[in-house]
């Protein structure tokens, strides 16, 4: 129950658990809690039970609390007008993909820069941090023009999954958190694979990924997610019905659809990364914080 | 997000030389470096390839796009024609001011808020857990889905809504969000912010935990209230953080697009919804004007990396 975190906090221990701080500590707290609850779990608790009342009842004032009557039809219906199986499959065939990609072309980039540190080693580095500063959507138009018409290749990639999951791989952000995990590796491990005989893709397979689970679970969410969230760009590079991803489809749908069926399969779509985070929150939370840094 | 990098600088081992060249087999010869060079770069020409295709070419193609016109399948140079037409479309100016609304109401709803609720959530020693996977859950929904709830439900203008309900309850007036134009804007911040200050509270919690507890307990014997603890120490020790933030919020803001695209159908009522973001889709993808879109994109590059600039040297200057 208790949670003492040790450390000395703005307010100190004593203070709180003495009479006058005690009584508030315990009621600002049941009014957070209560709030928060309120605040972040209440809109999801209407979209689920909304998207279970009639198309009457959720017209009606004021709205009810429970649905009167509930009724699984909008969830049907969404399930099946929108053909949420293909769209849901779609989605997770690309954040696999781009997962594995990720997986293997960054990590090994960034093994390469943390440990063979070859000759401009850095200046890709540097560039590579260079994109961290250019804003998403400043590149979608000439990003869009370079899917449709490959340089040199002459490849257009519209409606490929690895429209997707190519440019998933030009994640710096990813690339910086793995090779900074890498930095904290001792060397004298390389040197005593080296000495062993190790190649450097042993070395990196054998000692420096077991040592690096922590940082490719917090990496392997980041890039599920960002497939699962992303909106704008599978909407242009994914354009046929058969191709696009989840939230792309139920957008597509929006216009005709009714609005209960439409919040039905939004939380449908959104179901899948609840789980993950659920799932994994610990890994989630210590990834953004301090923990995916630690040796 | 990028925060983890700040979180983590005080663990930033030296840079000892590569482990291949060195050791007992010091004296190399020509062809082993090579060899290892190579090596290393093969590690790394599958990352290299993605970003040279998918990030620092169309940074490039963007740059150049912006000064042609394609019509017909033929390229020709035009100078300053796309930006002089982009400038002269009536939606620019709209777009711009809109921007900067957003921007600066989601800079004082979604940036005040999430340092106070952090700060809130280092104080309790009970339900920590469950209050941080509340704050956080928003982030990890599909940010289509979350915005399908609130323009259906919360932001129905009659009196069914989530909020007009909640407002009729307490007795104040209701509003009609979406369809008014002076709630437009509001109406997409509050979206917004509840979608995605999760990220933000996580990261300043990190930072508060970080803070050693002797300086709040020499504050306290220097007699310093609660406030003044956290003016004197709580903030000066977060600052990096929070300046840092600031810059990424800003910058992510100025690019919002999907809250207008769902919530408002992409302008709103009277216009009021357009953002600079949105008019980039419009002009590349409905009005077939990829070259016009390409030097919008420009002026957006330009206008962050302007502001960042100044930015940066302000919160330098103050050091």
């Known amino acids: 129950m208790a949670q003492d975190s040790g450390t000395r906090t703005l307010i100190s221990h004593a203070q709180l658990r003495r009479g006058r701080g005690k009584v508030i500590y315990w009621t600002l707290l049941a009014v957070v809690v209560v709030g928060f609850t309120l605040v972040f779990l209440g809109p999801l608790y209407w979209m689920v039970t909304g998207a279970l009342k009639s198309g009457q009842e959720i017209a009606q004032t004021p709205p009810s609390l429970f649905p009167k009557d509930p009724q699984s039809q909008n969830y049907a219906d969404a399930w099946n007008n929108l053909n949420l199986a293909k769209l849901l499959f779609n989605t997770f065939y690309y954040a696999a993909g781009a997962l594995l990609f990720q997986l293997v072309l960054d990590t090994a980039a960034a093994y390469a820069l943390s440990k063979l540190r070859p000759v401009f080693g850095n200046v890709i580095l540097g560039l590579m941090l260079a994109t961290l500063m250019i804003p998403a959507m400043v590149l979608i138009v000439p990003q869009y023009v370079t899917v449709i018409d490959l340089p040199i290749l002459h490849i257009n990639l519209l409606d490929s999954p690895f429209a997707i999951w190519l440019p998933a791989v030009a994640n710096a952000f990813n690339i910086f958190l793995l090779k900074r995990f890498f930095d904290s590796i001792p060397e004298e491990l390389m040197a005593a694979a080296l000495m062993d005989g190790a190649t450097p893709l042993r070395t990196l397979w054998s000692i420096i990924l077991p040592m690096s689970r922590p940082i490719l679970g917090v990496v392997s969410i980041f890039a599920v997610t960002a497939v699962w969230k992303d909106f704008l760009w599978p909407k242009l590079v994914m354009p046929s019905p058969e191709t696009r991803t989840v939230s792309v489809g139920i957008y597509a749908f929006s216009g005709g659809t009714p609005m209960n069926v439409v919040v039905a399969a939004s939380v449908i779509a959104a179901i899948p990364t609840v789980i993950v985070f659920l799932i994994f929150q610990r890994n989630i939370m210590s990834g953004l914080t301090t923990g995916s840094l630690k040796g | ?319």
């Open chain 2, 1 to 319: 997000m990028a925060i983890t990098t700040v979180a983590g600088t005080k663990r930033e081992p030296g840079r000892p030389a590569s482990p291949y060249p060195a050791g007992p087999r010091r004296r190399t010869s020509l062809g082993r470096k090579v060899r290892d060079n190579l090596t290393g770069h093969a590690f790394l020409i599958g990352a290299v390839i993605c970003f040279g295709f998918f990030s620092w070419y169309p940074m490039i193609r963007g740059v150049v796009m912006s000064f042609q016109r394609t019509r017909r399948g033929v390229t020709t140079w035009v100078g300053w024609d796309n930006y002089d037409r982009i400038i002269a479309d009536p939606s620019f100016w709209t777009a711009w001011k809109n921007t900067f609304y957003f921007t600066i109401l989601a800079l004082v709803l979604g940036y005040a808020v999430p340092f106070l609720v952090a700060i809130l959530l280092n104080e309790f020693r009970h339900a920590k857990g469950y209050l941080r996977i509340l704050v956080y859950l928003p982030v990890m929904l599909p940010p289509a889905s979350a915005l399908f709830l609130f323009k259906f439900y919360a932001y129905d203008p009659g009196d069914a809504g989530l909020f007009n309900s909640v407002l009729k309850a307490l007795h104040l007036p209701t509003s009609q969000w979406m369809q008014s134009p002076e709630m437009t804007m509001p109406a997409m911040v509050i979206a917004s912010t509840w979608m995605n200050m999760g990220g933000a509270v996580l990261i300043y919690l990190a930072a508060l935990q970080n803070i050693p507890g002797e300086l709040y307990e020499a504050a306290e014997l220097d007699g310093a209230g609660i406030w003044r603890r956290i003016r004197h120490v709580t903030i000066p020790q977060t600052r990096l953080i929070l300046v840092l933030l600031a810059m990424l919020q800003i910058v992510a803001t100025m690019q919002f697009f999907i809250e207008p695209l769902i919530l408002a159908n992409g302008t709103g009522a009277e216009d009021s919804a357009t953002s600079v973001a949105y008019l980039i889709y419009q002009h590349g993808f409905f009005q077939n004007d990829l070259n016009g879109a390409a030097a919008l994109g420009v002026i957006m590059l330009v206008v962050l990396a302007g502001f960042s600039a100044v930015y940066v040297r302000l919160s330098s200057r103050q050091d």
